[in-house]
């Protein structure tokens, strides 16, 4: 109920919503029959408007009856009208030599409500699984494309409509007919003025109102020149004369034998581009609704929705149909939110179908005809008149391109030249883009081990043959190329410093496709060739099947690492196990570190009183995360890795220990709980100094105490002006 209405006052708003939203659904199905049948088959609008009449029932009713919105009105379309109306002409073209009209109509209103279901099972397979979202990553310039070149078929289906011959034959001599020009250019007037007025002002009953207003003034001027009813008839002004109707009868789809079934198949093609049409046309009608009613549609829900109203109407004979913005609109904007609107609305149709198609015999062709080319028109004028002032030059490119193609060759080309260059396009800007996020080297960018000064020294001296390549983004054969340039570039036998370890991170490539894969092959030739190690690390799963189905992966030429910190160890080892002063005890560790910062004469022994020795055994925790600070440990043989565990299980390696370093200082000083784990990786010897200790220290031995906290702040130092410099790499 709409806010501070009564019920009897709602139900009122909602009947004249109905109602109105009705005559529109009415007088738009009249119009697309004019557009749908060509001239060869005028005798076959009484059964093409019962199909649309009977759809647009049901299709009303059953989006009325499930769709997430309740103001929801549904319609047969002008969108998929607008195919038919281009098949239905080649349809005709094709069977006419020799086939009866009868059989030609059956024909393509089967095609019309084949198509229904096709489009039906598509929507409600999209919903069911949840893909509604998909669609709409088709670009958005295809889509402006798709709805100028539709609104062009709509404005030569006017003309059509209006003149009785095809813009492509039509002749001068032809147009300039006293009884031809009482059609077209009333309608042309008509159809301008319409738009004219639509673009400046909004309402729901402007355009009932003209509509009307303009049969009102038909006849008027009629009888003002002495033109009666049979005269009109006979000319050709109204939609009529209708042959007699003996009521309703079967879907077309009924009466068709072998050889109609094989001309239906033969529209396969045509039945994808309604699919994909509609498909596209109900997703902007649902987000236009969304945005004019400032609710939360669920797509999902409403492709569902539309998928059963289609098939049902699709089994009755009636062509595709989906929301009608500005008539789902319409309740919102008269304080009606009532499920009760679409289905009047749903009702008028099939209350007009049960009275039978004669009252449509007296409506105007310059009218039907107008209010097509106030619709085509209008989509011209948005996409190509508008659309130089909103969209970018490359955008507007192809809207122009795809109009031009729909124009001269038919939608589909003009749908799939446009996807075609839509996506050349996208190639080549996102070729463009960097698949390189950041480049580093073994200098500035270590693994997460603790190392003694000597082994620091050799690092700062050959880490520059580690180059470290972090890459980004979807990988294709555009940006794997550019990375195989740059690839190129750095084993160049030119350049003073060689790679010798070459590591490319995949933490942020979400996916690759299988034509990068024969350039990832030829960047491990160029590293076996230039004597350059090559490892890949953090990869995707996906990623790394597509590297063993290429060969990759299981050759043994390249490394593969599950963390970029496991990578980094292995190069820094190598390059290590050559220098002989890097694997010597620890020549200025902690230990170092205190007994410079004590008083002259204060011997080391003084300050190694207070510790505990303590060995721990291969896998054995020297501290728990989450537990107690209650010492900090001094590694004096051996290796501990710290660990940090997630909520999720999992785990990563924050620093691995080696002698002459320690653990758990920060968090004795913050007196916080462990924020990590560490594990001795193989027997381990280390000293413990307790909270007790150290605090018996600074009571007994101020000096001490003052020497172990200047050694800590010196290392804690070091560490942060190097994560310091890290830092301005990272982000320079």
């Not at 529209?267 to 581009?273: E, G, L, S, V, Y």
């Not at 009183?609 to 995360?625: I, K, V």
């Amino acid at each position: 109920m709409a806010q501070g209405k009564t019920p009897a006052q709602s139900l009122f708003t909602s009947l004249s919503a109905g109602l109105i939203a009705g005559i529109r659904t009415i007088l738009g199905s009249a119009a697309m029959v004019a557009l749908i049948l060509p001239g060869s088959l005028s005798g076959g609008v009484p059964q093409t408007l019962q199909a649309l009449l009977l759809g647009g029932a049901v299709v009303g009713a059953v989006v009325a009856l499930l769709s997430s919105y309740p103001g929801s009105v549904a319609q047969v379309q002008d969108g998929p009208a607008v195919i038919l109306g281009v098949m239905a002409t080649s349809i005709s073209t094709s069977m006419e030599p020799t086939a009866a009209p009868e059989l030609i109509l059956a024909v393509v209103l089967t095609c019309a409500a084949v198509a229904s279901v096709a489009t039906g099972c598509v929507f409600w397979l999209l919903g069911r699984y949840r893909l509604g979202e998909l669609v709409r990553f088709i670009p958005f310039p295809v889509i402006g494309g798709f709805l100028a070149g539709s609104g062009l078929l709509i404005f030569m289906g006017a003309f059509r409509v209006l003149t009785g011959v095809g813009i492509a034959t039509v002749s001068w001599e032809a147009l300039t007919e006293p009884m031809r020009m009482l059609r077209w250019v009333p309608g042309l007037i008509l159809g301008f003025g319409m738009l004219a007025i639509l673009r400046r002002f909004s309402h729901v009953l402007l355009v009932p109102a003209m509509l009307f207003g303009a049969m009102l003034v038909f006849y008027i001027a009629g009888w003002a020149i002495g033109i009666d009813m049979r005269l009109a008839n006979a000319s050709g002004l109204l939609l009529g004369p209708f042959p007699d109707s003996t009521g309703l009868s079967w879907p077309a789809w009924t009466m068709l034998s072998g050889e109609g079934w094989r001309m239906v198949s033969a529209q396969i093609p045509t039945f994808a581009a309604i699919v994909l049409v509609s498909v596209v046309a109900l997703l902007l009608n649902a987000s236009g609704l969304e945005l004019g009613t400032r609710s939360d549609l669920d797509i999902n829900r409403e492709l569902r929705a539309n998928g059963v109203a289609n098939i049902a109407a699709g089994l009755v004979g009636g062509p595709v149909g989906y929301h009608a913005l500005s008539a789902s609109l319409l309740g919102a904007r008269m304080g009606a939110n009532s499920r009760l609107i679409g289905y009047v609305s749903a009702l008028m149709c099939a209350l007009v179908l049960v009275l039978g198609a004669s009252l449509f015999a007296y409506v105007p062709k310059a009218v039907l005809g107008g209010l097509l080319v106030s619709m085509g028109a209008g989509m011209l004028i948005e996409w190509l008149w508008d659309g130089w002032r909103t969209l970018p030059r490359q955008d507007y490119m192809i809207v122009v391109l795809i109009v031009g193609v729909i124009g001269s060759v038919g939608i589909l080309a003009g749908v799939a030249v446009g996807l075609a260059v839509a996506m050349a396009i996208f190639v080549l800007s996102y070729s463009r883009v960097r698949v390189i996020r950041q480049e580093l080297t073994g200098i500035e960018y270590r693994s997460n081990v603790d190392r003694s000064p000597a082994a620091l020294e050799v690092l700062r001296a050959r880490g520059a043959a580690i180059h470290v390549l972090k890459l980004e983004g979807f990988v294709f054969f555009g940006t794997a190329y550019s990375l195989l340039t740059h690839v190129q570039d750095l084993l160049d036998p030119k350049r003073t410093q060689k790679v010798r370890y070459l590591v490319l991170d995949f933490r942020d490539v979400p996916a690759s496709d299988s034509s990068a894969m024969s350039a990832f092959a030829k960047i491990v030739n160029y590293c076996e060739r230039a004597g350059c190690e090559l490892i890949f690390t953090r990869m995707k799963k996906a990623i790394v099947r597509q590297f063993k189905q290429a060969g990759i992966h299981t050759d043994g030429r390249a490394a593969f690492f599950s963390e970029l910190d496991f990578a980094l160890e292995y190069c820094e080892e190598k390059i290590l196990s050559g220098d002989a002063s890097s694997i010597l005890p620890v020549d200025y560790s902690i230990w170092d570190r205190i007994a410079q910062a004590l008083p002259a004469g204060v011997p080391m022994a003084s300050f190694m009183a207070y510790l505990e020795p303590r060995t721990y055994n291969e896998g054995e925790h020297l501290m728990e995360q989450g537990g107690p600070p209650t010492e900090i440990i001094f590694i004096e043989s051996g290796r501990v890795t710290v660990n940090l565990t997630f909520d999720d299980g999992r785990t990563i390696r924050l620093r691995s220990m080696t002698m002459g370093t320690m653990v758990g200082e920060i968090g004795l000083y913050l007196n916080q709980p462990r924020s990590a784990s560490a594990v001795a990786d193989h027997t381990t010897s280390a000293y413990i100094l307790t909270r007790e200790k150290l605090t018996e220290m600074e009571k007994r031995d101020p000096p001490l105490a003052n020497a172990l906290h200047y050694a800590i702040v010196a290392l804690l130092a070091e560490r942060l002006a190097g994560t310091n410099g890290l830092l301005q790499r990272l982000t320079g």
